[in-house]
């Protein structure tokens, strides 16, 4: 947990999460997540051996207690829906093209 | 509309109470539409300089307070929150009126449907005025992170509100609505009440619906209400809590009438005061407030005594290794395909993602982002996210030990009060550090409530965190009223 994160760590990171980075952002964003990760390596010092990860405080399983019902419901009405896209047929997102040839 | 006055040019002003107000329309004596159109025009006058609404639901909230307006003058009977007017943090959807999350990205959203505590509000007779300010996708501690501008601090407008929901504390503040609905992933809406001087809400995990509400990180965010009194914070929670069906994290346990059992004393409850919140980095005038409120609390018949919550050291970097993950997941849907904001200029779906998001994403988000996906990435995951999840296991089991012993925590809730714009947006591990005595509860899924507890000798307001058990927020409201009481100056 000690690692430091390189240029080309934060390069890929961003590629992996879509976002697009300057020069200077990489650099800040550099700095910003070794000074982070720095500090989190004090987990390091939490024994930690046979906890079980805690992932939902809730305690919930299943609300019900059983599978829910399976009743169809009206959903929200297709054209209001399509009308917040920044580009749609009415009935289809529209993006620019997948794949090239 | 009385008024406290402490920092000259201030814009503090007390709200009068939910049971008064209700009482006065339901007696023909005032009317809802009335009420409303005052708080527009206070509204008006005040937000270009504190910048609390990014939008007004002026047509929604008309039709609302007419509705209440009509049924008292039938003399039926009215709902909870008759004409009463709430403001809602804009990471909350409100039918058609735009919701932003205080980002750039969403940007043109109309969303097509309520949040299920804006409908729950409704129903139950508020009238609601508009979205409040925040820090985008409610990721901050100083709501210097909005698209839109930082809101300003009403006590002092040369400093912060607090963050996340740093408008929806403000808006309470400075009269600007009796009473808001904030959301809280890790002190979101009590350290913003904390630094503006309002009660704020953290009810339990489960307890309030989550749909509607915009994620951030979706097993720590909650839905809570501010308010200037706690009895009216209980009132609020009292009809925005309870089960549904379109959250499956929400509890089906009953709930309890919140405003009802704050009235009770708190007399003869057991108190816990964690020796490690009151260790250094805590402001002397914050402890030297807390201490007073202590001191009241034994006064009223409460028994007080210390305990020890020994990892709680740990609580900041599990927290912010454990939202960011989720926030890198749950951020993943903002892509420019079905909703607001998409970069014009791209040859390829990939490029356009990228664009769509670089442009649409503040510097912070992309931060949490960047170092949420590092914690989940093939090799770190180990070592990031599954050790925060083992510790945030041993941080929730030590608070439910300490609630064998007593049936609420003290703590400040936050270390200092509020501090000056600029302060920290260059330091991201100093903000972070703000949240320190907050992170805990919203990792352990507890509730709280935080509610104000004197004042620094400038006059700003110093907060009291009352932590409850799990469903346990009857009792953190007793404390609370007992705090308020005391009228701690």
Do not use: W
Not at chain 2, 274 to 300: H, M, N, Q, S, T
């Amino acid at each position: 947990m000690t690692a430091k994160v390189t240029v080309q760590d934060v390069e890929r990171v961003a590629e992996l999460a879509h976002l697009e980075l300057t020069p200077e952002e990489t650099g800040r964003m550099l700095k910003d997540l070794n000074a982070i990760l720095d500090y989190v390596a004090e987990l390091n010092q939490v024994d930690c051996a046979g906890v079980e990860p805690l992932t939902q405080v809730g305690e919930l399983s299943n609300v019900t207690g059983e599978p829910r019902p399976d009743h169809p419901e009206p959903s929200l009405d297709r054209a209001v829906v399509m009308a917040e896209a920044p580009e749609s047929s009415g009935a289809f997102f529209k993006v620019p093209k997948v794949i090239e040839r | 509309m009385a008024s406290e006055t402490k920092h000259a040019g201030n814009f503090v002003e007390k709200p009068r109470t939910i049971v008064a107000l209700r009482e006065e329309i339901a007696a023909g004596r005032a009317k809802a539409a009335d009420l409303a159109a005052s708080y527009y025009q206070r509204i008006e006058q005040i937000n270009p300089q504190l910048n609390v609404y990014l939008s007004l639901s002026k047509e929604r909230a008309l039709e609302q307070a007419q509705r209440v307006d009509a049924m008292a003058a039938k003399g039926d009977p009215l709902p909870a929150l008759a004409g009463i007017p709430v403001g809602i943090k804009d990471v909350l959807v409100m039918k058609g009126a735009p919701a932003t999350a205080g980002s750039k990205i969403l940007q043109g959203y109309h969303p097509p449907y309520d949040a299920t505590t804006v409908a729950r509000l409704e129903a139950a007779g508020a009238v609601l005025l508009g979205k409040i300010n925040c820090d985008e996708f409610a990721m901050g501690s100083s709501n210097e992170n909005s698209a839109y501008g930082p809101v300003r601090n009403p006590v002092d407008p040369e400093r912060v509100p607090g963050g996340s929901s740093g408008g929806s504390a403000a808006a309470v503040a400075a009269n600007m609505a009796v009473a808001t609905l904030g959301s809280d992933t890790g002190g979101s809406i009590r350290q913003p009440a904390s630094f503006c001087g309002v009660v704020g809400v953290l009810p339990t995990y489960g307890r309030v619906s989550r749909y509607g509400l915009i994620a951030f990180g979706s097993s720590l965010d909650r839905v809570g209400p501010f308010a200037a009194n706690v009895r009216d914070a209980a009132t609020l929670l009292h009809v925005i809590a309870g089960h549904d069906a379109k959250d499956a994290t929400s509890s089906p346990a009953p709930v309890e009438d919140y405003a009802a059992e704050s009235d009770k004393p708190a007399a003869g409850l057991r108190l816990g005061v964690p020796a490690e919140y009151f260790a250094e980095g805590l402001d002397p005038e914050v402890r030297a407030a807390i201490e007073k409120g202590i001191d009241a609390l034994k006064a009223a018949g409460c028994e007080v005594k210390p305990i020890s919550l020994p990892h709680t050291k740990y609580a900041v970097p599990t927290y912010y290794l454990i939202a960011t993950a989720e926030a890198s997941a749950n951020l993943a849907r903002f892509d420019g395909v079905r909703y607001g904001y998409r970069s014009p200029q791209s040859a390829t779906l990939a490029e356009m993602y990228r664009h769509s998001r670089d442009e649409g994403f503040g510097a912070e988000v992309k931060r949490r982002i960047l170092l949420g996906t590092y914690a989940l990435s093939a090799g770190y995951y180990d070592a990031y996210y599954r050790k925060a999840q083992q510790v945030r296991r041993i941080l929730a089991e030590e608070f439910l030990r300490a609630f064998a012993e007593v049936d609420a925590i003290l703590t400040p809730t936050s270390p200092v009060p509020a501090f000056k714009l600029g302060e920290k947006t260059d330091d991201p591990l100093a903000m972070y550090l703000a949240d320190i005595y907050t992170v805990t509860a919203s990792l352990a899924g507890i509730c709280g409530v935080t509610v104000p507890c004197g004042a620094t000798a400038a006059g700003l307001p110093v907060g009291m965190q009352v932590l409850a058990r799990p469903l346990g927020e009857s009792t953190a409201f007793r404390v609370a009223r007992a705090v308020e009481a005391a009228g701690i100056r």
